[in-house]
């Protein structure tokens, strides 16, 4: 058990929909990193927030957006949802911007299990 | 995008030691080599990680070679639940993100 709470596990819902996946992560961790892992891409760096603020974006769709709430969750919101979207996503936390320096770790959560229909 | 190159797929009986190659001859002087390890749609797990000496801790070694342009991570006795694939990732260590490759596919048999 990293620490880090993914949820919805699974998720099943229909093109054009919005969902929400939240994030909370290890307790003290200020850090938290969106990744998206389809069958054909690999995992992707979605973004990062550090305590609250946006620091780091990679290849995250305009019709994705992501917050960091005081209390250091994070919600990924999907909209107008695509076949393509399929996927797991997967949050991670990490005490500083990057990886703990002292230990190189980002902690991941077990992931949400996005289906498109 | 991931500059570390691995090979594709790797077999281990179990018990043997599984010798994961990496090759990073791109390598800044201070960027560090992690390795990870993701377990069948399981979140990555953190396993090591080196800048230029050789590292050891209850998973795995690390063995880096002087130039830096390669690594091998050691499983010293493989067993089945090290069937995963393993990643290999360069970064400084305060960079916002890990930058994840394909890995390396390792299969422990009986």
């Known amino acids: 058990d990293s620490g880090v709470t993914q949820t919805p596990k699974h998720l099943i819902t229909a093109t054009g929909q919005r969902v929400t996946l939240r994030c909370s992560p290890r307790s003290g961790d200020l850090s938290v990193y969106w990744y998206q892992q389809s069958l054909d891409q690999g995992l992707q760096f979605l973004i990062q927030y550090y305590n609250g603020e946006e620091r780091a974006k990679g290849n995250i769709l305009e019709r994705f957006s992501a917050q960091q709430f005081p209390d250091l969750h994070s919600e990924l919101n999907l909209s107008s949802l695509e076949l393509g979207d399929s996927a797991l996503y997967f949050c991670?936390?990490?005490?500083?911007?990057?990886?703990?320096?002292?230990?190189?770790?980002?902690?991941f959560g077990e992931g949400s299990r996005l289906t498109v229909l | 995008d991931a500059k570390t190159t691995q090979p594709t797929s790797m077999d281990c009986a179990e018990g043997r030691a599984a010798n994961l190659p990496c090759n990073h001859s791109t390598i800044s002087g201070n960027e560090y080599v992690y390795w990870y390890r993701q377990i069948h749609s399981q979140g990555p797990q953190y396993i090591i990680h080196?800048?230029?000496n050789n590292e050891t801790n209850e998973m795995a070694s690390l063995i880096i070679t002087e130039d830096r342009k390669s690594s091998t991570l050691i499983l010293p006795h493989a067993t089945l639940r090290d069937t995963a694939v393993y990643y290999c990732i360069e970064n400084t260590g305060t960079a916002s993100k890990l930058t994840f490759g394909t890995g390396t596919r390792l299969q422990v048999t009986l």
């Open positions: 991670a936390s990490s005490v500083g911007q990057g990886a703990n320096w002292w230990t190189g770790e980002l902690f």
């Open positions: 080196g800048l230029k």
